[in-house]
């Protein structure tokens, strides 16, 4: 498939050596332009080795698995052909990576253009990635669209096996010139290619391959193309695995893979598809009842994550299409509308595009920009989901008043906003009655500990310094966020004052310039319920204040974890490691009697004293800034402790039973 193109290119070279070389027959004159062809074929792949970055983005890790994915994608445009339904992925001791799939075989006979065999044009012709011509689609091949012959000249060695007419083909090359050229070893009755490399490490700064980062590309893969088989297995010593996927529902089965752990709206998955010319479209769609909207939208099998026309189609076309629904079965009053984002509240979406001369955009050339598939996708929704809709009532109630519930919810926020903004306005802002404030007012130099119960809260009190720290302590029910629409997490008892007291808004209000204080630091013992009321914070700043993280100003407190003392000597320790050096330097001091050691209780059973000098005192404090991918974790754990559904909980708490001894949920 992609040495179509290939030959194409090298057509196109041949062309002009023939205008310099003159008549084609001539033995020698023939010769010639093999050296010729040979020697533009090495200052390609000399050109891929001086700037690979060129050519896969970055030598990191992650080019380094984008070869694979170049290779993949061939063999995945010969199962878009028809032409082979299995590819098996495979990482060999040494970190060599093997793909075979059971296609026709890349061809071997000699391209009269070049005089040489497809096989070998295929590994050593640099070609220009994207247009591809001739029948079917073409995945535009990763991230760049370059194929085979950069994979070729970016690795130590590499090797393909061709099964073919009976016969088994072989031919090697090192950093992408060849080192055996093709001969038959062998017999064989089956048909396939397989491609052996070895990444250079002259080239790749990092050269161990991860199995999840595979295993992943490739189940999305299996996905995207129904009734492909696809495997993957890691024979590295130690790290023995192997996987094995086939979706023949495609898209719906991501869809509905997506939403494990959901509760969903329909357990049937609503699949539409059309095509228009050369493009074909196909749409998976299945509401949970979630709030969060999740669409993954895919051109040529490349993941398109800045979206595009598909997306842009699709999202036009359901609104419309709910909107219309909801007017004609006068469940829609008056002037009730939809909005597109109440249209999209708990929805899961898989829009996967097939197209010729597909258009990459934007800051990471993930944006589909070919404007034909906008309409090609707002028809294909408009026709098909209205038809499912009418023919299945139940389904299209159930959407529909979720999509309501959503607008009044949004509007009841706007109002609760409102209310907000207008009692701050005519009171100033009256911050909760038990913070504990601080004197300085500029927030660059002042910190709030938000602390968990009232009796650590009062040691905090008493232990800070009142000139630039304050204390919030929080009580109450705990919420739960999962549940909780925007407008019953602003009138919350337990985080309305962690509203206020930050004083920057919430939401799409939000707003870090007007910050109350810069460093948010959550304060909370080392055990499951300090976990939990760290999970529920760190997940509601996460949705609600996701800029507050993303600015790096929530920090965790470190309480210490152990006490040692010696006579009159009180010293503390915050890791094991720690403990152990602090008791010998105890000890040490004049070789006998004994370190009493014991384990933190809490926070709670800290004196004032004791709380300042080991975890308010910024001298001798440690505290952990908190990251975005913190903040993703703590969200995942809270759906999963806090979601209806039982099943994953269990799990969840079996697998992590050696660090929780006392879960109470
Ligand atoms: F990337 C690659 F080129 F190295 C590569 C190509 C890697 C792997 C694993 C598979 C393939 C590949 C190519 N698998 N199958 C093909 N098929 C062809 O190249 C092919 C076979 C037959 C015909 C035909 O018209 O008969 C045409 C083509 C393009």
Redesign the pocket.
Known sequence: ????AIIRSGTRQTASDITNTGERNNKMEDNKLYDASQIQVLEGLEAVRKRPGMYIGTTSTQGLHHLVY??????I??ALAG??DR?DVVIEPGDIIS???N?????IDIQKQTGKPALEV??TVLHAGGKFGGGGYKVAGGLHGV??SV?NALSEWLE?FVHKNGSIYHIAFARGAIVRPIEVVGSTEKE????RFKPDPEIFEELVFDYDTLYRRMREQAFLNAGLNISVEDRRPGKERRDQMLYKGGIREFAAWLNTNKTVLHEDVIYLSGNRGDSFAEIAIQYNDSYNETILSFANNIHTSEGGMHETGFKAALTRVLGDYGKKNGVLKGEEKLSGEDCREGITVIISVKLIDAQFEGQTKTKLGNSDIRSLVDNIVSEGLTDYLERNPAVARGIIEKAITASRAREAARRARENIRRKNALEGLSLPGKLADCNERDPALTEIYIVEGDSAGGSAKQGRDSRFQAILPLWGKMLNVEKARADKVYGNEKLAPVITALGAGIGEDFDPSKLRYHKVIIMADADVDGSHIRTLLLTFFFRFMRPLIDGGYVYAAQPPLFKLERGKTVRYAYSDDERDRISAEMRGEDGRGRVEISRNKGLGEMDFHELWETTMDPERRILKRITLTDAIKADQIFTILMGEKVEPRREYIEQNAKYVSNLDI
């Not at 296609?103 to 061809?107: K, L, M, S």
């Open positions: 498939m992609r040495c179509e170049e290779i993949v994608d061939n063999a445009d010969e032409a082979c590819i793909v075979t799939d296609g026709r075989g890349i061809p295929v590994f194929g085979a994979v393909v396939g290619t397989t491609v």
